[in-house]
């Protein structure tokens, strides 16, 4: 099964950091091609539902994910999302959103992935669109996220 990881540290603190998730941290981090649009957020804790809509000219793509389990301490936070309705041939998500608490009042933020489709060949193909997705968050984390 594929997966990666995409770390991204952040000049903040991990409260002030958690408290950014949140649905409109999700729409700024949302690359603007194809437009997404948040048809539904209920938040970051187990049984929470995220329904994106993925507009591609004159048809939309859906994906669904629930949030599977969420983790609180003072040195690391964590909620995972799991896909329940995945577009692109994706018949697995499981995206694990992990703050961790660093020295100095900095936090690492970690997206790891891991996915499958039914085809290996798939997975290779989609591999680069995918970190690519999650890639593409690291200058807006640092932005959105950095206490001022």
Known sequence: ???????????SPIEYVWA???KDL????SPPFPPVSINRFDGCRKGDLVQLEIKLGFFSLYWDSEITEDFQSDDKIYFID???RIPLGINYWKHEHILEKLPNNQT??????SYSTSSKFL???LYPLLWGMIAYRKPFYKSLLTLR
């Open 123 to 125: 997975d290779i193909l």
């Open 20 to 22: 950014l998730f949140d």
């Open 1 to 11: 099964m594929p997966s990666f990881r995409v770390q991204t540290p952040i000049n």
């Open 26 to 29: 999700l729409s700024k981090l």
């Open 108 to 113: 690492l933020v970690i997206d790891q992935i």
């Open 82 to 84: 799991e896909g329940r």
